[in-house]
């Protein structure tokens, strides 16, 4: 099979994720007021979405090896289909919030299974290019979501930004169905299914109990239970994977220095971008008084700059590596944020646009070399162990992010009482940024040749100097 179209076959899934993230964030403020709720407290249905993933995704490596890629592949897009079919007709916060939960089952199966697939069949030196091909189709999602959501909320109903996913779902099925083989997959371990019980707790409970403490939608006294209960079930599982063979999550491998480094540094810029889909489309909408439509069109230029990033991020990280193309990613996008905090209704919005487009540039960039540097020290049978363990990590980072961002609005808000002011928004992105600077600190203590035989860093340099 051309190695160019497995991935493109596998990026429907993205396609249909990132899609649905981006077009849900423009129609916050009508969904809350249809389902009599606020838009703030629809911060629970993003993270209820990102805690299924981090729940589910652990098992997503054991599922493939047991039953088949290609077939779990399937039933992942069949649960995403029903997901969105149960958004759609839900009528209020609390049949919301768990229809998310639902398709974040069906996505941890999704992306998680794509990836480990291209890092089974992909040789090491071709693995950014991979990974770029992956990106690309899932990223015409975010372009054509924000405008799309917004007309069909505008226009239209909310309902139907779910209600696409159906037929997108079930494209994806037919060509996974014909044109992806079943690839040779590992013989499966032994499922750790208490650690499974255990891991999948402490992450419910600390995104669940941050959520609440920094949203006033429940008393304060069950985030802390959530988060106290999460943390007891956090320290159990330490001391059973421990004593377990084959434990769910294998923390061993936060030993190997390139790997713990690239968990620890982008985990902060998670942190601190993790609430922007949610943040800048209300700010839009409440203080500068665009509807879904406008804000809409406005912040699909981000998904401009990192469609375009795509093309050029193999490239970039061959001439400069993965520890230059690292800090200027995240230093540019923590610039970005730092932006999003000066803009007023006076700004020029083809400003703002052009800014949206550099940020999601260089974030591209940073997740592109990211999700390749990740293996960098990886040995291939630690693999899918080492994909498991990064995926948790970036879904539990962006819950906390949005708990976080959402958080630091809220507090602004309280300040003053009332409904959101502009400068309520302009001091949460002030603190997400602080939160993101630390990944560009941490990138920057890598070793200058890191990762080198997968970007060819080393060799390009070498060849060039010959030349001179």
Known sequence: M?????????AVALFMENMDSTVIATSLAAIANDIGSQPIAL??????????????????????????????FRIAILVFIAGSVACAISNSLLTFVGSRFLQGMGGAMMTPIARLVLVRITPR????????????????????????????TTYLSWHWIFLINVPIGLIGIALVSRFLPEFHRNAPRR???????????????????????????????????AVVGGTLSAAVYLWHAQRTEYPLLDLKLLRLPLFRNTIVSGSF??????????????????????????????????AVGAFAAKFVAEWIIQRLGFRTTLIA???????????MGLYTPETPMLLIMAALVVTGFFQSMFWTATNAFTFADIDDKDSGQANVISQVTVQLTLAFGVAIGGGALEGARLLHGGEPLLGDFHLAFYAMSVLALMSTILFWRLPKNAGAHLSGHRRENAELHAGE
């Open 125 to 152: 030196n071709q693995l950014v290019d991979a990974m770029a091909w992956l990106s690309i189709p899932g990223l015409i999602g975010p372009i054509v979501g924000p405008p799309v959501g917004g007309f069909l």
């Open 269 to 302: 810029l998670r942190l601190g971008t993790g609430a922007m889909p949610f943040l800048f489309p209300l700010m839009l909408q409440l203080a500068f008084g665009l509807d879904a439509f406008e804000s809409g069109l406005v912040t699909f230029a981000s």
């Open 191 to 225: 499922m750790d299914f208490r650690g499974f019980v255990l891991a999948g707790t402490a992450f419910a409970g600390w995104v669940f109990g941050i959520s609440v403490l920094t949203l006033p939608a429940l008393p304060a006294s069950f985030g802390v239970a």
């Open 43 to 72: 911060k629970l249905a993003l993270t209820a979405y990102l805690v299924a993933l981090a729940i589910f995704i652990p098992i997503s490596s054991w599922m493939a090896d047991r039953w088949g890629s290609r077939n779990v």
């Open 329 to 339: 990613a995240t230093f540019m996008t923590v610039l970005g944020v730092l932006a």
């Open 2 to 10: 051309n190695t160019r179209l497995v991935p493109l076959i596998l």
